[in-house]
């Protein structure tokens, strides 16, 4: 990857990429030329997943791996893998998710061990650290685990 591109140049390529495209699939050799000319140059350039989103830049090219036009589809899948490593690169210099989450908090709440937002557990009463905190007490211990559900109607009405 080189330079990084801005949202207004990117946006220019795509579009020229897409019209060359439409002409390519009835059968224009130069706008086929034109079309590959123009992919070619954008996986040249370094993309942040800001300006994708903002251009729909990854949109329009992944339509365009749909091209009746071999020659296009592989090279516009290409660009869509070229930016695509290129945004988890940068994620991973950054230390965060391509979609802008910290790792370890993304992993502990896909995983379903995200910490209690409470207060930390207190060491044991015999002042020992390592032992292990005692499970958290329940708000209400006669209550069934799960989400609350209405009561069933009488089929009255209330009013």
Not at 18 to 40: N, T, V
Not at 57 to 82: E, F, M, P
Not at 103 to 126: C, D, I, W, Y
């Amino acid at each position: 990857m080189g330079a990084p591109v801005s949202a207004q140049e990117l946006s220019k390529m795509v579009s020229t990429a897409a019209e060359s495209a439409r002409a390519a699939d009835d059968g224009d050799k130069a706008q086929q030329g034109r079309c590959l000319d123009a992919l070619r140059l954008m996986q040249k350039y370094a993309v942040t997943a800001a300006v994708l989103k903002e251009t729909d830049a990854g949109k329009k090219v992944n339509r365009l791996t749909k091209s009746s036009d071999a020659q296009i589809a592989a090279a516009a899948a290409k660009v869509v893998q070229c930016w695509k490593d290129c945004v988890k690169k940068q994620a991973a210099q950054s230390g965060l998710t391509p979609s802008g989450s910290i790792p370890e908090l993304s992993s502990q709440a896909s995983l379903g061990t995200a910490t209690s937002s409470g207060p930390p557990a207190k060491p044991a009463a015999n002042g020992d650290a390592s032992s292990a905190p005692a499970a958290p007490k329940a708000a209400n211990p006669g209550a069934a685990s799960g989400p609350k559900r209405p009561p069933p109607s009488t089929g009255r009405s209330l009013h």
